[in-house]
Every structure is written in C-alpha cells, then in structure tokens.
C-alpha cells in the first residue's frame, strides 16, 4: 500500500528550507507515496514547484492561537485527508497535537518536542553538532543510511514567478555573476551585524571587486539597506518574493549575510557565503553548506551563546559578539570566496 504522508513544518523560513532534503528523501524512502506538507502561512510560495511535495497546506498560527474551533476545525479537516504517517520536524507542542488528530498511525517526531507522548516514534536531536539537515534526515534515516545523502537544499520556481524580478535585473544591468547580494537583516537583534559594519564590507568589496552590491530583506527591511547601501547599493528590500529571491540569489557571485534564511537560499545554489555569527553559533547546525563558506565571529567569548535564536538585545550589554568583528577580515575572505 502506498503511504500518505504528512510532514508538519510550521517553522521559520530558513528552518523550511533546510528541511527540503528531508522532502525529497521521503519521497525515496516511500516510493509512490503522496505528501502533504503544513507552512506557516506566508511561507509556502519558498516550496513553489517542489517536484517531491503533492499538496502544501498554509496554516495560520494566528488564527489557530486566537480560537480554540478554529484550531479544531483545522484538525478535523486534516483527518479526512486519511493520512498514514505524519512526520514532525517542528517541535511545538501543537505540532504534536495536529499530529495526534491528524489520525495517523505512524506518528514520527523528536523526543524532545512538546508533548511527545503523542507521538510514537520518537527520535533523539542532539542540541549541538550534527548540521540541521542531519538532524531532519535522522527522522527517516539511521546515521549509516544518511552517510552518504545529499544534504543541499533544494529550491525551485515557475517561470512566471520571477518575470518581476527578471526585468528589475535588466534594468539595473544585473547579470549572472556581476552581483554580490548583501541582506543585512535578521528576526533577532542580536544576530544581526550592525548597519556601519555591513556599510564598510559591502562598499569595500564593491570597490575592491568591480561587482554590483544588491540589498535584500524584507518590507520592514528596507531602511536598514538603504543606509547599508547608501551611494552605491541597489535596494531590493521589500521587492522580491520568495521565488524571486531563489532567483536572484541563484545568480549571485556572493552573499554577505547574517546567521539567516538568506543563507539557506545560498546553500541551495552553492553560492559562496560569507555570514557573521554572533550570538548563535555554528554548532548549533545552520551553518551555510555552500562549498566555498566564511563564518565571521569572535571566539574565546564567553557569553556566547546566549540563545538559542539570539535575542532581542545583549543580555551582557557590551555586544562584543557583533561589536568586534573585523571588517578588514570579512572584505579579504568575501574576495577569496569570490576568486575561488
Ligand atoms: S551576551 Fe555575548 S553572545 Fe550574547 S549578545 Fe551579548 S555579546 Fe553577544
């Protein structure tokens, strides 16, 4: 009998993206299933074109939070779907819930997600090591079975989606390789490299390299990369949808990043990444899986880590993680990615 697979990833939008080899080895794992996957709502346009995903179901944290019918509802239509196996690599105690009411027999998970008890096939996840693609991988795979498994995420689009992003390009004479995109921005304050920072690496890298320097981030983002980019920068922020970004990201010669999503986009084209780490750390497992990678930090700093996803600000008010880090080091590494 095929299976009917459901995958709950309600995440943030790099955790959904690094969770595309886990699609694709589900779909090899059970040969002939059909797979539904629940997003955050605003998020499932990053999984358009997908070959291995059947149906992709948005679902609004919001609205389920807000209203007790509206998440029971929500459960109650999952049902009829008649899955057989649901796999979690969300560890919300509600993802447990859904995946309980989902009806499903098989119920696969990590031990240490919220209200595991409703799951019966509970996997360890070690905090720090394995990259986060092992660790989604180790739901269906033993660690000798993922030896030897791809771990690049996979992004796609249709060619209508990023006719937008195609003509903006034309206009200000981006091409394949003439690029460096910068996304200064972060969910979390204190991942975030300070705008004076990004400002000296990226003006220092236009002017040592030739090459174009493009801002990226979302609407909220958009002063940041102006003031980043200011006289010689071209703001996309707020102008591309994630289809869009996959695009533009596919063509760039570098990416100097934060430790987010943009960093996943850049893995699944092997774009090289140059990304400062500063309240997170590359233990953790998101790190960038490009072949060519600098990671910017300041070791031998105690403080660090002080969360698992940073916070909002310094705990230790002095910022050293973001403070300190050497600009002339990041421009000499950004030209050594780009050469090569
Ligand atoms: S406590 Fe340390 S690691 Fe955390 S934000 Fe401050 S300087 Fe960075």
Sequence with gaps: MSENILVIQTAFL??????????????????????????????????????????????????????????????????????????????????????????AKRRIGYKTAGFSFLLNERKPRLLRGPHEVDKLLSLIYSEEERKNISRQPELFWKSESVSGIQSEMKKNGLEKGNYILVSPSSVWETKRLPADKFKTVSKLLHEKTGL??????????????????????????????????????????????????????????????????????????????????????????????????????????HFRCMLEQDTDRMVEEGIRLIKG
């Design 14 to 103: 790099g955790d959904l993206i690094l969770t595309t080899p886990l699609f694709r080895e589900i779909k090899r794992r059970f040969p002939g299933s059909k797979m539904t996957v629940i997003v955050n709502k605003g998020t499932e346009s990053v999984l358009e074109a997908n070959p291995w995903i059947d149906q992709i179901i948005p679902l609004d944290k919001k609205q389920i939070k807000s209203s007790f019918f509206g998440f029971w509802n929500f459960c109650k239509e999952l049902r009829k779907h008649n899955f057989t196996i649901c796999i979690s690599p969300h560890f919300s105690f509600r993802s447990s819930i859904i995946s309980f009411l989902s009806g």
């Design 212 to 317: 174009k320097i493009v801002l990226t981030g979302g609407k909220g983002d958009s002063k940041l990369c102006e003031e980043v980019g200011e006289d010689f920068g071209i703001n996309f922020a707020g102008k591309t949808s994630l289809p869009e970004m996959s695009y533009l990201m596919s063509g760039a010669a570098l990416l100097v990043t934060n430790d987010s999503s943009p960093i996943h986009f850049a893995s699944a084209f092997n774009i090289p990444t140059l990304a400062a780490f500063g309240a997170t750390i590359p233990a953790f497992g998101y790190t960038p899986l490009a072949s060519r990678v600098f990671i910017s930090e300041i070791n031998g700093l105690n403080c660090r880590p002080c969360g698992i996803h940073g916070g909002r600000v310094c705990p230790k008010k």
